[in-house]
Structures are given as structure tokens and as C-alpha cells.
Nanobody
Framework: QVQLVQSGGGLVQAGGSLRLSCAAS????????MGWFRQSRGKEREFVAV????????LYSAFAKGRFTVSRDNAKNTVFLQMNSPKPEDKGVYYC????????????????WGQGTQVTVSS
């Protein structure tokens, strides 16, 4: 059974840092496109960042570029989202997901999702 278990969310000061983890079982993160999305109340799930199964493809949304970093540890079968200098508008529930189509910017293409973790940014 596939599971994506997320951790690392919480309250962070603006300008601080936070690292989100997504530990996979039942699949290998090295064989899936692993994406990060976020969702705020009243909004649709929004693409944040992605890492391809080879590790060579890493892409970010405009708001994440230069501040967030996605990475993967194959030995731990875990992907990460490092959030540096978060802003209050970064608040939301962050989700990791796994998909195969490489149309990674669309949430509907993802086969599996983590449970989500809340991120709150204080000023």
C-alpha cells in the first residue's frame, strides 16, 4: 500500500526557514515525479515545486524560485521542501504528491498524495 507521510510543518517567523519532509512507502521516489503543492482556504491546490524521477529535472513556481528548494534522498526514500525566507502569503497546507505523466503542474495528474501539513508564517 502506498503511503506518503509528511512532517516538518508548523509556525515559522517571516525570514526564517522550515523544512518539510515527505517519506514514501510502497513506491520509490526515484521512479516517480514528486511534486509539492499548497492550498489555502478558498483557493485551489497550487503548484509549488517538482523533482523528476531522475533528479535532473527541478522546477519551481515563480513565487517559490530563489526561496524554496526541493530535493530527494533516495536512501531514505524521502523528498524535501526547504523553505527559506517564507512570507505570510506562503501560509497554507502543503502537500507532496507522486505522478507519472510529467504534466506535474496539474494536481489532477497525481496518483498519490501525502496527508498535508500546515505552514503558518508570522511577521
Amino acid at each position: 500500500q502506498v503511503q506518503l507521510v509528511q512532517s516538518g510543518g508548523g509556525l515559522v517567523q517571516a525570514g526564517g526557514s522550515l523544512r518539510l519532509s515527505c517519506a514514501a512507502s510502497g513506491l520509490k521516489v526515484s521512479k516517480y515525479v514528486m511534486g509539492w503543492f499548497r492550498q489555502s482556504r478558498g483557493k485551489e491546490r497550487e503548484f509549488v515545486a517538482v523533482i523528476g524521477w531522475s533528479g535532473g529535472t527541478i522546477l519551481y513556481s515563480a513565487f517559490a524560485k530563489g526561496r524554496f528548494t526541493v530535493s530527494r534522498d533516495n536512501a531514505k526514500n524521502t523528498v524535501f521542501l526547504q523553505m527559506n525566507s517564507p512570507k505570510p502569503e506562503d501560509k497554507g497546507v502543503y502537500y507532496c504528491g507522486a505522478e507519472r505523466t510529467y504534466k506535474y503542474q496539474y494536481a489532477e495528474n497525481y496518483d498519490y498524495w501525502g496527508q498535508g501539513t500546515q505552514v503558518t508564517v508570522s511577521s
